[in-house]
């Protein structure tokens, strides 16, 4: 069943901005949710990652806001830095129908001091993870005394990441009267404790978390565990199908892929816990402008990300949860478009394959490695990426990049891909041919008047 935005009780100027948004149908989870949010139920709502509860739970929060008072009025609790930056991001998109709603992140892994002057400055909705808020609420740096909602995203993963205590802290400096939503993809005994300990009589909401078979093409393969990382390059050879994000099962499992991968020519980078979040943010950035082909990654740093036009999602090992199983090929075939799931299965994963058939309700398709035609041309990313030592702190805009590189008529803007700014530096995306050139460009010729260093990443 889909149903109009029109039909729900929004505001005519939240109407018009979701029509210019292109929001005409609700997804199921909206569907289901949306009516219950708005009238100030608690909900429990279990739905995967690209299912649209982003904006379910957003609409809602959105609606009790008070714009004239700037205190924190809706908080969004995530697992991770990157999910809470595309919250805000579709927060403050959904919320241009109102006037001057201020959106503000606050996540671990950042400098504490600038959190501190922004919240001075005062939000009205703030969009964190649990530890950075709970530091927050400790230093009096925040304040929950006006809260109306409290969303918990992804709630099932920031249990899995040990958060379970921090979430009690931060509840517990929230109003008794205030409005709960709990989203999770699985719905383990922990959720229900979770819900049970925070949650007024919530009403209970789940869609089909399963994938049709017309949208994603599932194969599995069975390998030696000692031949794992040669199937994944045959694989890739044989499909050529990028971008491709490949699931481990553990950080040293990614570092020794991505080392083969870039050993045999083909553009892999790792995204695990390891990482620093600049790098985490680099690597991010080169994937999702196309820079990068392969993204080798675990299941809690993959948690959250939201990638367009993802060709193919390979198991390097089986998920151990059939639902975490679900959750990493849903990445693909996305948003009308078909995808492919090939997955690896070692002779003692054997009982992980019965789990994901019971689940899904249907007999794995089971394909021969052997047979498959490859080719030992690199598989190389469509785009390459340059990076300028300036960034938002120097008052660096994508505009300033754009223009100093099609200045004169050098590159068509058709060629250049995402730019990307961080606090001190900015990363553009060129079509591969013209990679050279544009760092001549870029290295020779001004952006906004100063010389600024740059260099190909």
Request: with cysteine; glycine share 6%; net charge neutral.
């Given at each position: 069943m889909t149903l109009a935005f029109s039909s729900l009780s929004l505001s005519p100027a939240m109407l018009a901005n979701l029509s210019s948004l292109g929001y005409q149908q609700m997804t199921e989870i909206q569907a289901a949710s949306l009516p219950l949010i708005l009238k100030g139920r608690d909900l429990i709502a279990q739905a995967k990652t690209g299912s649209g509860k982003t904006a379910a739970f957003a609409l809602g929060l959105l609606q009790p806001i008070n714009p004239r008072y700037f205190g924190c009025q809706a908080l969004v609790l995530c697992p991770t830095r990157e999910l809470a930056d595309q919250v805000a991001k579709e927060i403050r998109r959904l919320a241009r129908a109102a006037e001057n709603i201020k959106v503000l992140t606050l996540c671990g892994g950042v400098p504490f001091g600038p959190q501190i002057g922004s919240l001075e400055?005062?939000?009205?909705?703030?969009?964190?993870?649990?530890?950075?808020?709970?530091?927050?609420?400790?230093?009096g740096t925040l304040s929950l005394s006006g809260l109306n909602t409290l969303v918990?995203?992804?709630?099932?993963?920031?249990?899995?990441?040990?958060?379970?205590d921090s979430i009690a802290e931060v509840?517990?400096?929230?109003?008794?009267?205030?409005?709960?939503?709990?989203?999770?993809?699985?719905?383990p005994p922990a959720i229900e404790q979770l819900a049970a300990r925070f949650l007024r009589d919530p009403a209970r909401v789940e869609v089909q978390a399963q994938?049709?078979?017309?949208?994603?093409?599932?194969?599995?393969?069975?390998?030696?565990?000692?031949?794992r990382y040669d199937?994944?390059?045959?694989?890739?050879?044989?499909?050529?199908?990028q971008p491709a994000v490949a699931f481990c099962a553990t950080r040293?499992?990614?570092?020794?892929?991505?080392?083969h991968l870039e050993a045999?020519?083909?553009?892999?980078?790792?995204?695990?816990?390891?990482?620093?979040?600049?790098?985490?943010?680099?690597?991010?950035?080169?994937?999702?402008?196309?820079?990068?082909?392969?993204?080798?990654?675990?299941d809690v740093a993959a948690r959250g990300l939201d990638i367009e036009g993802l060709q193919l999602v390979l198991n390097v090992e089986l998920a151990r949860d059939p639902e975490v199983h679900v959750h990493r090929i849903g990445r693909t075939g996305r948003a009308g478009e078909t995808g492919l799931a090939v997955s690896l299965v070692a002779p003692a994963e054997a009982r992980r394959v019965q789990a994901i058939e019971a689940l899904q309700?249907?007999?794995?398709?089971?394909?021969?490695?052997?047979?498959?035609?490859?080719?030992?041309?690199?598989?190389?990313?469509?785009?390459?990426?340059?990076?300028?030592?300036?960034?938002?702190?120097?008052?660096?805009r994508p505009g300033d990049i754009l223009g100093a590189l099609t200045g004169n008529g050098a590159i068509a803007a058709d060629k250049i891909g995402k730019i990307s700014l961080f606090d001190h530096q900015a990363l553009v995306a060129v079509e591969r041919a013209l990679a050279r050139q544009a760092l001549e460009q870029l290295s020779n010729g001004r952006i906004k008047g100063r010389s600024l260093r740059v260099r190909q990443l």
């Open positions: 400055h005062g939000a009205h909705i703030i969009v964190g993870t649990p530890g950075r808020i709970q530091e927050h609420l400790r230093k918990l995203d992804e709630a099932d993963r920031m249990l899995d990441m040990g958060f379970i509840i517990a400096q929230t109003p008794t009267r205030r409005q709960t939503l709990l989203f999770s993809a699985t719905y994938h049709d078979n017309t949208q994603i093409e599932q194969r599995f393969y069975e390998i030696q565990a000692e031949q199937a994944v390059l045959h694989l890739l050879r044989h499909f050529r199908r040293l499992q990614c570092d020794e892929l991505v080392a045999a020519k083909i553009s892999a980078a790792a995204l695990h816990g390891d990482l620093e979040q600049r790098e985490r943010d680099q690597v991010l950035a080169l994937f999702a402008n196309r820079s990068l082909s392969v993204l080798v990654a675990t309700g249907q007999a794995a398709a089971w394909f021969p490695l052997a047979g498959l035609k490859t080719s030992l041309e690199p598989l190389l990313p469509p785009m390459h990426t340059l990076c300028i030592a300036a960034g938002r702190k120097d008052k660096l």
